[in-house]
C-alpha cells in the first residue's frame, strides 16, 4: 500500500531564500571590494617624458625671440620728378661712396625748363643791371640839381652879407638889403627842399633796385631747382655703404616720391627681435641682451621697443655693444635673449609646456622612486625662457615632468616603465 510522505516544501523555499540572500550579500561584497579599488594606471615610456628637479637659488629671467640683423643707418633714394629709368650703373650688393652713381634717368621737360629757368636768371640780373645805371643816373641829376640851389644859396647868403654891411655903413639902401634877405631865405628853403628830393631819390633807388634783386634771387632758386632735379637724374648713393635693394627696372617710368634704391652702412647693425606679446610686457630701454648671430653672440642693450603688436609680437631693437662677428650681414637671422632681472632666492623648476606666468596647473609629479607619477596641482609665478618660479605645490628635491601630457589628462595617476 501507498504510504503518504510529509510535504517538505516550506524547507526547500527557506533553503531558496538563503542560497539568495548569500548570492546578494556575495555581489555587493564583491562590487564594494571593485569599487574601492582604483583604476588601473597606464603606462608610460620613462625615454618620452622630460623630467626636471625642483631647485631653489637665484633665477635670471629672460625672454627670447627671433630676429634679424638691420642696418642703423638706411638711405632710401626717391625719384625727384616724372622721369624714365635709362640704365643701371650698379648692382645690389656694390660696395659705394656718396658719389657713386647708381643710375641714369631721363626727362626731356625737365631739361627744357631748366634752359628756360637759366634764361630767366640771366634776363633778371640784365635787367638788374640796367635799373642800377638808370637809378644811379637818376640820382647823380638830383644830386647835382642840389649841388646848384646849394651854390646859389651860398652866394646868395654873401651877397645878403655884403648889402647889410653897406646899409650898416650907410652906403646901400634898405630895399636892396630887403631883397637879398629874401633871396637868400628863399634859397635856404630850395635847399632844404632839393635835400629830401635827394633822400626820397636815393631810397627810391634802394627800393626799385631791391624789388628787382628780389627777382633775381626768386629766379636763381627756380633755376638751381631745376639743375638739382636735373642733377638728380644721375641717382647718387649720397653715402658710403652698401647698394642693397634696386626695386625699379630699365625703361620703368617712376613718379616724384618713387623709391629707386636703398643704401646701408654694412659696418652700423642692429637686431630687431621679435617677442611674444605676453612676454614683452617686461622688457624696458637699456635691459641687457645677448645677440645669437650663429657665429658667436655679441652683447647689446635693449634701446627701443615698438608701441604696437604686430601678429601677436613686439619688435625690440637691440644695439651691440661689441664688434660683430665674421659672417655678419644685414638681413641674417639671429636669436635675442633679453635679461628682465635677477632673482636671489626663489624656488624654480624647469618650463613645462603649458607654464603661463602666475596660473595653477596640474603637473605629474615623480613618486615610488620613479615607479609612478601622480597630478598635483602647482600654482607658478614669474617665468624665464627656459625655467619658471614655483609659488605653491612643490618642494625642493621633488622630480616632475615637463613635457606635454595632454595624452593623459584623463588620469591622476600613471605608471613609468
Known sequence: ?????????RAKKIKRIVFATVAILLVGGVSFGLSRLRPAAPSVDKATIWPDEVKRGPMVREVRGLGTLVPEDIRW????????????????????????????LSDPTLQQTALDAEFQLKGAEADYANLKVQVNSELMNQKANEAAVRSDYEQARLQHDVDEKLFNEGIGSDHIRNLSRVKEQQLAIRVQLEGERTKVAADSATAR????????????ALYQLKRSQLEALHVRAGIDGVLQIVPVEVGQRVTPGTNLARVADPKKLKAEIKIAETQAKDVQPMQKASIDTRNGIVAGHVTRIDPSVVNGTVTVDVTLDEPCPNGCRADLSVDGTVTLENLKDVLYVGRPVHGQADSTIGIFKIVDDGAEAVRVNVKLGRTSVNTIEIVDGLKVGDKVILSDMSAW?????????
Not at 500500500?1 to 516544501?9: F, G, L, T, V
Open 77 to 104: 633714394i626717391p625719384a625727384q620728378t616724372d622721369s624714365r629709368v635709362e640704365r643701371w650703373v650698379l648692382r645690389p650688393g656694390a660696395i659705394v661712396k656718396p658719389s657713386s652713381i647708381i643710375m641714369e
Open 1 to 9: 500500500m501507498d504510504i503518504q510522505r510529509p510535504s517538505n516544501a
Open 409 to 417: 589628462d584623463n588620469f591622476d595617476r600613471i605608471r613609468l616603465k
Open 209 to 220: 633796385l631791391a624789388a628787382q634783386q628780389a627777382k633775381i634771387d626768386q629766379q636763381k
